[in-house]
């Protein structure tokens, strides 16, 4: 069965860096792109960043652009999400997707893992 | 960007009875070369991560139940859960895959009345 996991997540000052991990197991890893997809709590499912199976192509949401880096190390079935000059607004549950149709420009998720909590305050 | 809306917002329905939901993007994400649409609809109780329905506008995901379908075209779709049961309460999100950025629509919360 296919499971993610995330970890990483926590309180960090804004300005601050954050590191989410993504560790993947049950399925062959470098055959599909993989998302970052968050949440703030109670509202709606907000699209961050996608990399392709290689990892030699990245996409990024404008919120983050420049300031998030995706990826991905097929070695050890694991994706990344570097979040630095963190804002209060980027606080919510960052979830790790699986992508299904296999192109990271245009897919759909159909794995998540349970999401990692990132809380941006002073 | 394309944007996606969703109607209603919230929707209150019998057991056994039909839900509709409607989701509409600000431009079309049909592929004319393949005739596809690049809309999906994802399904999320509380305290659950998104759980993927369908894709290509109609196609249902592997184990989905057979009462959740999809139709429409071009820039509006429909998600029809035919006899709602217990277990579908939920909200309902769809999902343009078109283009990057990838846009959801901002739910449907389905009730039981």
């Known amino acids: 069965e296919a499971q993610l996991v995330e970890s990483g997540g926590g309180l960090a000052q804004p300005g601050r860096s954050l590191r989410l991990s993504c560790e993947a197991s049950g399925f062959i890893f470098d055959d599909h792109g993989m998302h970052w997809v968050r949440q703030v709590p109670g509202k709606g499912l907000e699209w961050v960043s996608s990399?392709?199976?290689?990892?030699?192509?990245?996409h990024y949401a404008d919120s983050v652009k420049g300031r998030f880096t995706i990826s991905r190390d097929n070695a050890k079935n694991s994706l990344y999400l570097q979040m630095n000059s963190l804002r209060p607004e980027d606080t919510a549950l960052y979830f790790c997707?699986?992508?299904?149709?296999?192109?990271?420009?245009?897919?759909?998720?159909?794995?998540w893992g349970q999401g990692t909590m990132v809380t941006v305050s002073s | 960007d394309i944007v996606m809306t969703q109607s209603p917002d919230s929707l209150a329905v019998s057991l056994g009875e039909r839900a509709t939901i409607n989701c509409k993007s600000s431009?079309?994400?049909?592929?004319?070369?393949?005739?596809?649409?690049?809309l999906a609809w994802y399904q999320q109780k509380p305290g659950q991560p998104p759980k993927l329905l369908l894709y290509w506008a109609s196609t249902r995901e592997s184990g989905v139940p057979d009462r959740f379908s999809g139709s429409g075209s071009g820039t509006d779709f429909t998600l029809t859960i035919s006899s709602l049961q217990a277990e579908d309460v939920a909200v309902y999100f769809c999902?343009?895959?078109?283009?990057?950025?990838?846009?959801f629509g901002p739910g449907t919360k389905v009730e039981i009345k």
């Open positions: 431009q079309s994400v049909l592929y004319s070369s393949s005739n596809a649409n690049s």
């Open positions: 999902q343009q895959y078109y283009s990057t950025p990838f846009t």
């Open positions: 990399i392709s199976l290689s990892g030699s192509n990245t």
């Open positions: 997707a699986k992508g299904k149709i296999g192109v990271s420009s245009s897919d759909v998720f159909d794995v």
